[in-house]
């Protein structure tokens, strides 16, 4: 099992965050996802919980087309929104393909402890392979493709929050034309 953790800065509140996180497909860094269904949704006290199934496709290296049959992959995404503590929490994990590779994230957004403007993303993952005699460069190869996908998914969400909260500036100033007097 390969094990990685990254921290992640958005220059937007919390509350941005959180709002855009339901809205970040489609984007341009993201036409790999193909779907995004809502499983259940409930509050559980406070805390709303979200399940979702994301069908996404990529590429596949030449060396696992002969462990799997197909390019589309099936992903269950959790996720808990806690408004008292100000964080979204996401767990995510493949359902397919899990023969081969297990692919487990967790993210944590939360309000960056030294801009209140700012939200903290803490990402961590797990990569594991059962295949024996395959297992490590697997394992690296799936370490390198979730570091990949998840500079994607941080741009992508990082594009939508700017198309919802930065407003678009003209690039020239604004003519009206004037009607001439003949």
């Not at 992640?8 to 809205?23: E, I, P, R, Y």
Request: net charge positive; glycine share 2%.
């Amino acid at each position: 099992m390969k094990f990685y953790c990254t921290d992640c800065l958005l220059k937007f509140n919390w509350n941005q965050v959180t709002s855009a996180f339901w809205t970040r497909y489609p984007n341009p860094f993201s036409r790999h996802v193909l779907s995004e269904d809502i499983v259940s949704r409930s509050l559980e006290g406070d805390k709303l919980v979200t399940k979702k199934l994301i069908t996404k496709t990529n590429s596949l290296p030449r060396w696992a087309e002969r462990f799997v049959n197909s390019r589309v992959a099936c992903i269950v995404e959790e996720s808990v929104v806690d408004p008292e503590a100000k964080t979204l929490t996401t767990y995510t994990r493949n359902i397919t393909f899990t023969r081969l590779m297990v692919v487990e994230e967790k993210c944590v957004y939360s309000v960056h402890p030294n801009n209140k403007e700012w939200t903290m993303c803490k990402k961590e993952s797990w990569i594991s392979c059962g295949i024996f005699g395959f297992a490590r460069p697997v394992e690296r190869f799936g370490v390198e493709r979730y570091k990949s996908n998840s500079s994607k998914a941080l741009k992508g969400l990082n594009h939508v929050l700017e198309k919802l909260y930065i407003p678009e500036r003209l690039s020239r100033p604004l003519s009206i034309p004037v009607p001439q007097m003949s």
